[in-house]
């Protein structure tokens, strides 16, 4: 019985490190029809929706704010795949549960050098950070409420965080949520490099490598970009 459970949760991690960029690509979308609605993130007074705006909606709706959920969580059910998928990648045993930060400790830890390498592990423990441990927008119950808006002892989503949103908020996620997808990508192709290292006794390089697509950027407030590198053509993969 042990054994057909641990072929199941096999088997789901082989599928969700392929939905990863499903949910990646579902966060941006959702992210895309929020920027094309020109009143959200704008401050209007009654006078000036009436006057200049009138058939705008409040600036952010109830809908905006359920579709902005929507994005967070498949966004961060991207990120936990995403993790996991490295592990199974690199042949070692998947982490279990939905936290976050205690994933992204374990990559350090049993990962790093051996099957991804510096600087996308710093820039992905970034992303941790800012959409995970020090989120914003989320409460203090974090796994439950980001799903369920409701949690097991009865807390709800304090929707009120929703009303703050700044339309600079919505073009940061979707930058985000494209810098995340590069970044799995680079430490994909580190897994699969390093293990053709191992095959070869091929000591690989951990400061640079030849094969890698994109380049990763640090500016100047913290946060962390990618781009493409010169000579590299474009790829489904890739977002920029």
């Known amino acids: 019985m042990t054994e057909i459970i641990e072929k199941r949760k096999k088997r789901k991690i ?58 967070r969580y498949n966004f961060k059910h991207a990120l936990e795949l995403s993790m996991k998928s490295l592990f199974l990648n690199a042949k070692m045993i998947v982490p279990t549960g939905h936290n976050l930060q205690d994933i992204c400790k374990k990559m350090r830890i049993e990962l790093l050098s051996k099957s991804i390498l510096e600087p996308s592990l ?30 097991l002892n009865g807390n709800k989503f ?53 094969c890698s697509k994109i380049i990763i950027c640090k500016l100047k407030d913290g946060r962390y970009i990618t781009k493409r590198k010169s000579g590299v053509f474009k790829s489904k993969m890739l977002d920029f």
């Not at 094309?36 to 401050?43: A, T, W, Y």
């Open 122 to 151: 710093t820039a992905w423990e970034w992303l941790i950070d800012r959409y995970y441990i020090n989120d914003k927008f989320a409460p203090k119950d974090k796994n439950e409420l980001d799903r369920y808006m409701v949690s």
């Open 158 to 210: 304090p929707y009120k965080k929703i009303h703050d949103l700044k339309r600079k908020d919505l073009t940061d996620f979707l930058r985000d949520i494209k810098t995340a997808k590069n970044l799995f990508y680079e430490m994909d192709s580190e897994c699969d490099f390093i293990k053709s290292c191992n095959k070869f006794n091929f000591n690989p390089s951990i400061k640079s490598r030849e």
């Open 14 to 71: 082989q599928v969700g490190s392929m939905l990863n960029f499903g949910y990646f690509r579902g966060a941006q979308l959702l992210i895309e029809y929020l920027l094309s609605q020109k009143n959200i993130g704008k401050s209007f007074t009654s006078k000036d929706i009436i006057q200049k705006y009138p058939d705008y909606d409040p600036p952010f709706t109830l809908e905006n704010g359920a579709i902005f959920l929507a994005a």
